[in-house]
């Protein structure tokens, strides 16, 4: 992958990976990725990349469990901010063709990702009011209902909530 | 207080408490000269059955006993085996573990007494607890029978507390005093030495499928084992595990990580025996493979079949392992530092099998504490651990129970022959 300088929006510092630095970078787009040297490259390379800079956290911890985090200025990046993957939810298919689903959650609120390739392709917003998960909404595509569904009911058990409510937008 | 929470070991002081007041049949024991250990001053002994005092009678108690053959075990006869047994609240219990044909008897013994004492939903096996001093003393030592240690047995006693009820002298049945008859032997076959049952050292009754049963003999001259025709012969799978005692069952009874088998006395033709191939040298590393190459052909063919009975029911086993869904949910339900898998206690089916598949090591590291816990509970017995894997924990204690032969299951003899080809 090419990127061009006018692409970029911001590279930040992400954290260290085998002693060499990890920059986090925002394209124009809202695309962000991680870049470094993993163990036995030469060159600099693209880690991970994701719709949501939590994620692609995520992602780098989970793939390189020698990446130490740096306390990161942007507050997508925060580490109040915990990122889960609901993917077991997905059929084959959809996982076959490289489709995830993860919850993004901040305080209260939670934010489902559903993406390919790490691009998003549906968000839904949602947030735990008293014994319930409150969605803002789900403008989803059908295939992806079942998949919400796990992921909802998951973010539900963990938090002890008892209800799941769709709210109209 | 339940003798099993005892038994786990709750603190020293709780053992004490129960062994002042409890009501036991026992074997006292004195190590090195010593009757009382020295930490909390309680007697050394070898427990046949613990009562309880509220339900149990004393004379009732007698009247059974009464009825059995309570001679002290010959500590030459006794093989013994340092180890430990932890309970659920972490603390350790320093015990000295009995193998051979005495703790068999005393295994049957306790069976005898049957609906008194405590509830036992564990396998009872004869044991000394002594202090840390001690056994690690025992331990260091390298001492493999009970003479070796400086263990002594005495007469059997009931003792209510430190109260002494009833003292058991040993009686010999008919059958013994046949056996002060030393009958002669044929001479050994390599020195010429005459043999009879006195001076020849008895090693075992060695079964074969086909042919006659052939009782093991130790030549005191040259050190060679001769064969006999087999006097019990329909006593095999007993003379068998006399002559590989504390190999395999033992090992297997023993319910503890460290349970190594004492060394057996090895000859050519015990190594043609189908239990539990080159036991000396087993490695969890080889028992994972082991399972690995039987379940999945080493990872070549993972797509097992739907699960028809049991928990799983409709389910299908995971991966190279071939892990059930309940297996899978258990260890990761027992193990705190699984705790960030815990969402897999509400997943099934395809949404676990996704949630292994998305998540690489987790199969490898839920199958090593796995097979851990199985050693816990059958020591390193791949014979019953081969059994486990595929009927869990409690099918293979049933199995135990109703004495079934675990090594001719198909699972076990293929787990076997697996076994034996793995370094």
């Known amino acids: 992958m090419n990127l061009k300088p006018e692409e970029i929006e911001s590279i930040e510092d992400a954290g260290i990976l085998n002693n060499q630095p990890v920059k986090m970078i925002r394209t124009k787009g809202g695309f962000w990725m991680a870049v470094g040297r993993p163990k036995g490259k030469l060159q600099q390379e693209a880690l991970t990349a994701g719709s949501h800079p939590a994620i692609v956290k995520y992602n780098l911890e989970k793939q390189y469990p020698d990446f130490q985090p740096a306390m990161m200025k942007s507050e997508h990046f925060a580490d109040d901010i915990k990122v889960d993957r609901h993917s077991h939810f997905l059929s084959d298919d959809l996982r076959k063709s490289g489709h995830d689903i993860y919850s993004v959650q901040k305080g209260a609120d939670i934010e489902f990702q559903i993406t390919k390739h790490n691009a998003e392709v549906h968000s839904v917003k949602a947030v735990i009011q008293d014994d319930a998960i409150v969605l803002k909404g789900m403008n989803i595509d059908k295939k992806f209902a079942r998949g919400m569904a796990g992921a909802t009911t998951e973010k539900a058990l963990e938090f002890g909530s008892k209800k799941i409510r769709v709210e109209a937008k | ?423």
């Not at chain 2, 263990?151 to 059958?175: D, M, W």
């Not at chain 2, 044929?186 to 043999?195: A, E, I, V, Y």
């Open chain 2, 1 to 423: 207080m339940a003798y099993l929470d005892l038994i786990k070991g709750q603190d020293e002081e709780t053992y004490k408490k129960y062994a002042q007041k409890g009501i036991d049949l026992i074997y006292p024991v004195s190590i090195n000269g010593e009757t009382h250990r020295p930490d909390i001053g309680v007697r050394y002994h070898n427990s046949i059955k613990v009562f309880d005092a509220d339900k149990d009678n004393k004379d009732h108690i007698h009247e059974k006993a009464s009825q059995l053959n309570l001679n002290p075990p010959d500590p030459k006869d006794v093989q013994i085996e340092p180890t430990t047994l932890q309970g659920r609240g972490g603390y350790k219990m320093h015990v000295i573990r009995l193998h051979g044909p005495h703790a068999e008897q005393t295994q049957q013994h306790n069976a005898h007494f049957n609906g008194m004492g405590f509830e036992q939903n564990y396998v009872f096996h004869p044991h000394i607890t002594v202090d840390e001093n001690t056994w690690n003393r025992i331990r260091l030592s390298g001492a493999k029978t009970a003479e070796e240690a400086g263990i002594k047995f005495h007469n059997a006693e009931l003792r209510h507390g430190p109260a002494v009820v009833q003292t058991y002298h040993p009686k010999l049945a008919a059958s013994e005093d046949a056996k002060k008859v030393h009958t002669e032997l044929k001479p050994c076959t390599s020195c010429g030495h005459k043999l009879t049952t006195e001076n020849a050292k008895f090693i075992g009754t060695q079964h074969w499928p086909r042919h006659p049963s052939q009782d093991l003999y130790n030549c005191p001259k040259c050190d060679s084992t001769i064969t006999m025709p087999a006097k019990h012969p329909e006593k095999m799978e007993k003379g068998l595990k006399h002559a590989v005692a504390g190999m395999a069952v033992a090992a297997g009874l023993a319910g503890s990580p460290a349970a190594q088998a004492p060394a057996a006395p090895k000859s050519a033709t015990q190594q043609q025996t189908s239990i539990a191939p080159n036991a000396n040298t087993y490695s969890s590393k080889r028992m994972l493979n082991t399972i690995q190459s039987v379940e999945s052909s080493n990872g070549k063919l993972e797509n097992h079949a739907e699960l028809t009975r049991g928990p799983d029911a409709g389910e299908h086993a995971f991966g190279k392992y071939g892990l059930t869904p309940s297996i899978i949910r258990e260890t990761v339900h027992l193990n705190p530092d699984l705790k960030r898998h815990k969402k897999i206690q509400n997943l099934q089916g395809t949404d676990l099998i996704h949630y292994m598949e998305d998540n690489p090591g987790l199969e490898d590291t839920i199958a090593t504490k796995h097979l851990a816990r199985l050693e816990h509970h059958f020591g390193q017995n791949p014979n019953a651990i081969g059994y486990a894997w595929l009927n869990g924990i409690r099918g293979t204690y049933k199995a135990q129970k109703q004495k079934k032969d675990l090594g001719s299951h198909w699972h076990v003899k293929k787990i076997n022959e697996a076994y034996a080809k793995e370094k």
